[in-house]
């Protein structure tokens, strides 16, 4: 689709990229990356780009700034920002303008400074570039800070950036992008690894920093969600191209093309359980780098192509004003398959499988006591899924590795399997105890051995874990290969020729390897892709039920905790201030702290009540406030009690439980999520 001509009168867009065609030189050959992308920023608009990753959408938006390797080539288009044509500038005119006119916003704040400088310089820096003089450009870089709200700027100057929590940093680093009142604003996944309180905290300063000045706004991002709730318009990008724009509202509610559809169908929303129906995989996987895609380039995964997809390029389709799709076959769009209905239902034992009880632990720091685990009680049965959530530094991990012995409780504390106490330490456990806890982490790539091949890898665990050898452990690494949909090549790969989704299928599988009847998962999907997220909460639901397994699923994302656990449990600064199934905690009444995370999350389907937002970072262990730790930050605090009296627990009934001073009269009830042009909560 090619760029619409500006009415003479019109101001010129913020960004405009028409067709450009880009290549990574590999070896000696060009390897196409973006295949004609063409979209327009209009001034004052935020624009929003959506895709799996490697369909090109951070290529597109380094090449929206200039910001390429040294092996990048642009064949063909041009890319210009309010008139003034990036293709064709020099050098010098490329810093001039990144100086003055576009600023970008790095997916990861910490390589986007300098870990051995203090943050007074580097923001000063900034405003340097801008030829201010040095005390100028200090109390410029004190009013930046001041600019995007961190608290006591003066003291943040002096600290190193290891000093600082994520969500200071990313706001360090927009301070520094807005250090030239920059027109254009290039955010690329800006919130990714941030817990939902502190994405949200950030979404806010981004919205009301575009009030301030105007800017427009190209934002990369993987939740959709913040996409929805951020942006005016989408791009929906796949291998180099992108097949379907509108508004956010068009795009999202009126899907056009199979792969939004897909997308979107792969997300828990609504308020799908895993009892209710599977998640939507869309299958194959995304074309690589420089793979030959003469005419469509979503044909190979989609379930709607016909003969002519094989053999033209798919047109582009005008669906309503401004909403547009790039298909053969736009009209067969209700023929794109939905997520099936689930068949049966994992039953939740009797039994309690995991008691941890009084659990509590502490690390020694400095010279300094430091309790990360407060005197935890928790159980779970065979078949059921205990989701995890808070925010990062509450204890999560902590608990997660204490109970699979990584740590060793604090004395007076126990951790039971099937009632028997089991030993604080892995290296001193029973055999069985640690054939039937095992772990999957977040990242599979410092999880696996990079130089051995898969088979090796699961033989090994098999053999650990169930003492067999020869071609009967063979044989249980054929079958297990086989449960988690990895075909007999993948075998012989190793992790590091093997995509994200298919790593983390190898990591399930060497924790499945002994039959565990327990399987902690760390943050499992938090790196992965929709779609690929999909396939694993579909495998781990499918495996716990045909094998009763339970899990304790610690995740920053509440949307896929809603959709996996049974129950949840609410961490805040090492303690557990909920307790409750997973409908009594989204329909009420919650913890204050409960009520705050919940309206934090974006929604894809419509607009929440407004953000209860949450002063200041979360306490620090080693010095947490007297009475409930949570009330410096509550908006419901009673003075001269939370300050000073540790809360008692609120019987909600049921098994739910809240750990607040408020009666249950008094407790909040959760925000809900209004879908569009709908009157019923999602």
Not at 341 to 351: L, P, R
């Amino acid at each position: 689709m090619t760029t619409n001509e500006q009415a003479d009168d019109a101001p010129a867009p913020a960004l405009s990229i028409d067709d450009l065609h880009m290549a990574y030189v590999v070896r000696g050959i060009p390897r196409d990356v973006l295949r004609g992308v063409s979209l327009q920023v209009t001034q004052g608009e935020a624009y929003g780009l959506v895709g799996e990753s490697g369909c090109g959408k951070s290529t597109t938006a380094y090449a929206a700034l200039r910001y390429l390797p040294s092996n990048a080539r642009i064949l063909d288009g041009s890319i210009s920002a309010d008139g003034r044509d990036l293709t064709g500038m020099s050098s010098r005119e490329l810093r001039e303008f990144r100086a003055s006119h576009a600023s970008m916003v790095y997916q990861d704040p910490v390589q986007a400074v300098n870990p051995v400088l203090r943050i007074g310089p580097q923001v000063a820096e900034s405003f340097r570039i801008l030829g201010q003089s040095k005390a100028e450009a200090r109390e410029s870089a004190l009013q930046a800070l001041h600019r995007v709200r961190i608290a006591s700027p003066e003291s943040v100057m002096e600290r190193y950036p290891y000093q600082l929590s994520g969500g200071m940093l990313q706001r360090v680093v927009i301070a520094m992008a807005l250090a030239g009142d920059p027109k254009l604003l290039v955010l690329d996944e800006p919130t990714t690894g941030l817990d939902a309180t502190v994405e949200a905290e950030v979404l806010d300063l981004v919205r009301d920093l575009r009030s301030e000045t105007n800017a427009s706004i190209l934002l990369i991002a993987h939740n959709l969600g913040v996409i929805r709730t951020m942006c005016d318009r989408v791009g929906v990008m796949y291998a180099g191209r992108i097949v379907e724009e509108g508004t956010v509202a068009d795009v999202f509610d009126d899907p056009s093309h199979p792969y939004t559809v897909g997308m979107l169908n792969s997300i828990p929303r609504r308020g799908v359980r895993k009892t209710d129906r599977e998640l939507f995989a869309i299958p194959g996987n995304l074309p690589q780098i420089g793979d030959p895609l003469p005419t469509c380039v979503y044909v190979d995964r989609c379930p709607i192509v016909g003969d002519v997809c094989h053999t033209e390029i798919p047109p582009v389709v005008a669906r309503s004003d401004g909403h547009w799709t790039r298909c053969h076959f736009p009209d067969k769009i209700d023929e794109v398959p939905q997520p099936e209905d689930v068949s049966s239902v994992a039953e939740i034992g009797d039994e309690e499988i995991i008691g941890i009880h009084g659990v509590s632990k502490t690390f020694r720091q400095r010279g300094q006591d430091v309790p990360a685990l407060v005197s935890i009680d928790l159980g779970f049965a065979s078949g059921e899924t205990l989701g995890m959530v808070g925010e990062s530094g509450s204890g999560k991990s902590t608990l997660a590795k204490t109970m699979v012995g990584v740590h060793e409780p604090d004395d007076g504390g126990a951790i039971t399997l099937r009632g028997r106490e089991m030993a604080g330490k892995a290296t001193q456990r029973r055999h069985e105890s640690i054939q039937a806890i095992q772990m999957v982490f977040q990242n599979p790539d410092s999880a696996l051995n990079r130089s051995w091949t898969v088979r090796r890898i699961l033989a090994r665990s098999v053999k650990k874990l169930t003492g067999v050898g020869g071609d009967e452990a063979d044989e249980r690494v054929r079958e297990i290969a086989a449960a988690m949909r990895l075909s007999p090549r993948h075998l012989d790969m190793r992790p590091r020729q093997l995509s994200g989704g298919l790593k983390q299928r190898v990591a399930i599988a060497r924790a499945f390897a002994g039959d565990p009847e327990v399987v902690v998962c760390d943050e499992p999907t938090s790196a992965l892709d929709v779609s690929v997220q999909a396939a694993i909460l579909n495998l781990l639901a499918l495996l716990q039920r045909e094998q009763h397994t339970s899990y304790l699923f610690i995740s920053h994302d509440i949307g896929v905790v809603r959709y996996l656990a049974d129950r949840i449990a609410v961490m805040y600064v090492g303690r557990i201030v909920e307790l409750g199934t997973t409908g009594d905690i989204f329909a009420g009444p919650v913890h204050p702290y409960t009520e705050a995370l919940l309206s934090a999350v974006p929604s894809i389907d419509g607009v929440a009540a407004d953000r209860i937002p949450l002063d200041g970072d979360i306490p620090s262990p080693s010095n947490p406030p007297a009475g409930c730790v949570f009330h410096t930050r509550c908006k419901y605090r009673i003075v001269g009690t939370c300050d000073t009296d540790v809360p008692p627990v609120v019987d909600a009934g049921g098994g739910h439980s809240v750990s607040c001073h408020l009666s249950l009269e008094q407790l909040p009830t959760p925000v809900q999520i209004v879908a569009s042009g709908s009157d019923s909560p999602g």
